[in-house]
């Protein structure tokens, strides 16, 4: 189906594992984007990536890494979970810059102990 | 940086009454400027959005906003609140590359039948 998808949907992972969420869009959008949403925070950006290949760090980048070989996927990956990484994270793409908006995915709540 | 600003964490308003949502950006340069819906346990769903065209917006589901650039705001209002539109709402600022979003920390709005 079209559309932008996260997976998993729910994540419960130990301290100090690695863990890698990831992010699917059909629609070929360049842009790419990870966010962070916390109580009291909204949502911070963590990563984006204007497209394959290239990718800019955010406001909160520290403990995540990215990549994005291909257009259609941008896996987030946590190398060495703490507990102040339990969050929803958000997946969103765009066809460009911000004038267009975001399509964001359902989120995947992860909960590190 | 750009900046939003969301008056008021939670609202509430009466079923059939006016919803007024409240929002002020910081930016050097004439901004874009969208309003996003949250209903639980989803992603964030595009209601509207300002990109320097007419000064009133409309969006769905009967919402718009009004870009004030004089009071640098950008408030959500719709005339009669229906029980569906309880949810959380977030005012989003570009950056000046346009690469990103700025995210206000969100409005949580119930409606009392």
């Known amino acids: 189906d079209a559309g932008i998808t996260q997976s998993p949907r729910y994540k419960i992972t130990e301290t100090g594992r690695q863990v890698t969420l990831m992010c699917h869009q059909t629609w070929s959008h360049s842009y790419m984007f990870w966010y962070r949403q916390d109580l009291g925070h909204g949502l911070r950006l963590i990563y984006y990536?204007?497209?394959?290949?290239?990718?800019d760090k955010g406001e909160v980048p520290d403990g995540y890494v990215v990549s994005r070989s291909k257009t259609e996927n941008f896996p987030l990956t946590l190398e060495s979970a703490t507990r102040s990484q339990t969050s929803v994270y958000f997946c969103a793409s765009s066809p460009g810059p911000s004038n267009y908006g975001y399509t964001f995915g359902s989120g995947t709540r992860l909960t590190v102990v | 940086a750009q900046s939003v600003t969301q008056l008021g964490s939670h609202v509430s308003v009466s079923e059939g009454a006016l919803v007024l949502l409240r929002c002020n950006y910081s930016s050097s340069v004439p901004p874009y400027l969208f309003w996003y819906v949250q209903y639980p346990n989803q992603g964030l769903q595009l209601l509207l959005k300002?990109?320097?065209?007419?000064?009133l917006v409309k969006g769905i589901n009967g919402f718009e906003a009004e870009f004030k650039k004089s009071e640098t705001s950008f408030h959500l209002t719709k005339p009669s609140a229906h029980m569906s539109d309880a949810a959380e709402y977030f005012c989003?600022?570009?950056?000046?590359?346009?690469?990103?979003?700025?995210f206000g920390t969100g409005t949580s709005l119930t409606v009392i039948p």
């Open positions: 300002y990109t320097s065209a007419a000064t």
């Open positions: 989003a600022v570009s950056s000046n590359t346009g690469n990103q979003f700025y």
């Open positions: 990536s204007a497209a394959a290949d290239i990718t």
